[in-house]
């Protein structure tokens, strides 16, 4: 091997059912005061937020409740910094989906920062982050997004002039992440299905990205053979089965691992825009423009008929063949994913993006913001935009 690459750290990872116990020893070991960070109601329906509670009392770490409605935003973050500025935080504990463990990450980082989040935001802000930081344990309740092993917290602004950027820097990994399956099964399957496209399209994108490596390589490979199998599963009949829920759990958590030290692809150059201008969830928009988007990087590739760009339609090809494909022809494979890819939008039920508001006259300007970074060969302007009218 004679390539060179970096990887970046990790938290600490405790992985497995009821894991989510030990969170008060945890908590204890940075201080006695921490910012409970979570999302909707779920947790407390689901009797998660007490059992949570009750062991937070049991090591004396006092336990201040913030709640996260939705995608956060600069002005939910600021807001809860507020609150929080005068308070001796020890520990920033986030609990919940991947909105509720970035808009933790993104309060832990504030609370050493003076300022609005917004001054700090890549691409918008004209500050650079200290990288201090309240130190965050990480507890994911969906298999999605994977935030719990990278360093940056995603925010947006909803609307006209609306954006969804990274704060991002090394020191906000998080010190622990507690992936505990049985904090799942709550969710319901049209979330667990998004999720899960989203994780899926991180394994795929960071797999054939350019800047992926042996490493990255050997991890979203075997992310997708766990999660490949048992997403369909956790949507429907599996949704109780702890082993099907930690499989894809465990696929988003290296999801994560890989996303953060190989890139992601034109589909979240995509939604990512997308989801400035419209409340369109993430996953649901990397779910509809995946299919097209493996398809015509493929053609893009075979036309250069290079040994690079044939090594990458390898990989397109041994993805196709953890769903299922038996052909010889490595095309063949690839065509076997897409076609895949386009009969889970229906078997998840994932909505199409016009459901969310999408319409034609958003795609030119989509197709202006869009990025190819990171992409094993560039869309053409006229490729994203089919690739986005594909789905309205």
């Known amino acids: 091997m004679n390539q060179t690459f970096r990887f970046s750290r990790m938290p600490k990872l405790i992985i497995g059912p009821e894991t989510v116990g030990g969170l008060g020893e945890i908590a204890a070991s940075f201080g006695r005061t921490a910012v409970l960070v979570t999302g909707s109601r779920a947790m407390e329906r689901s009797g998660h937020l007490s059992r949570i509670l009750a062991d937070l009392n049991g090591f004396g770490v006092k336990a201040i409740q913030c709640r996260i409605a939705g995608e956060p935003s600069p002005r939910m973050v600021d807001h809860a910094v507020t609150g929080l500025r005068h308070k001796a935080v020890d ?80 020191n906000y990994v998080p010190r622990f992440a507690i992936i505990d399956p049985t904090l799942c099964v709550s969710a319901p399957p049209s979330v667990t299905a998004a999720c899960g496209m989203d994780a899926l399209t991180q394994l795929i994108e960071s797999y054939v990205s350019t800047r992926s490596s042996p490493l990255t390589d050997a991890l979203a490979l075997d992310g997708m053979r766990h999660l490949i199998p048992a997403l369909p599963d956790a949507c429907g009949n599996g949704a109780a089965d702890i082993g099907c829920r930690g499989a894809v759990a465990y696929g988003a958590f290296l999801s994560g691992v890989t996303l953060a030290n190989a890139g992601l692809g034109v589909v979240h150059g995509v939604a990512g825009p997308m989801g400035g201008i419209l409340p369109i969830p993430h996953g649901a928009a990397c779910a509809n423009l995946l299919p097209f988007a493996v398809r015509a990087t493929v053609d893009n590739l075979t036309a250069m008929n290079t040994e690079p760009s044939n090594t990458v339609i390898e990989k397109f090809a041994q993805i196709g063949k953890l769903f299922g494909a038996t052909h010889e022809n490595r095309l063949d494979c690839c065509s076997h994913l897409v076609d895949c890819l386009y009969q889970w939008l229906d078997q998840l039920d994932i909505p199409r993006l016009s459901q969310f508001g999408l319409t034609a006259a958003h795609v030119d300007l989509l197709v202006h913001a869009a990025s190819n970074k990171n992409n094993p060969w560039p869309l053409s302007d006229s490729q994203i935009g089919q690739m986005i009218q594909d789905r309205c």
């Open 91 to 170: 520990v920033v504990l986030a609990v919940g989906g991947g909105s509720v463990l970035d808009a933790g990450k993104a309060i832990a980082a504030m609370l050493k920062e003076n300022g609005s989040v917004v001054d700090f935001l890549e691409g918008v802000g004209k500050r650079t982050p200290s990288g201090e930081s309240v130190p965050v344990v990480a507890v994911p309740t969906t298999s999605g997004t994977g935030s719990e092993a990278t360093k940056n917290a995603v925010l947006s602004r909803v609307g006209r002039g609306g954006f969804k950027k990274s704060l991002r820097h090394d």
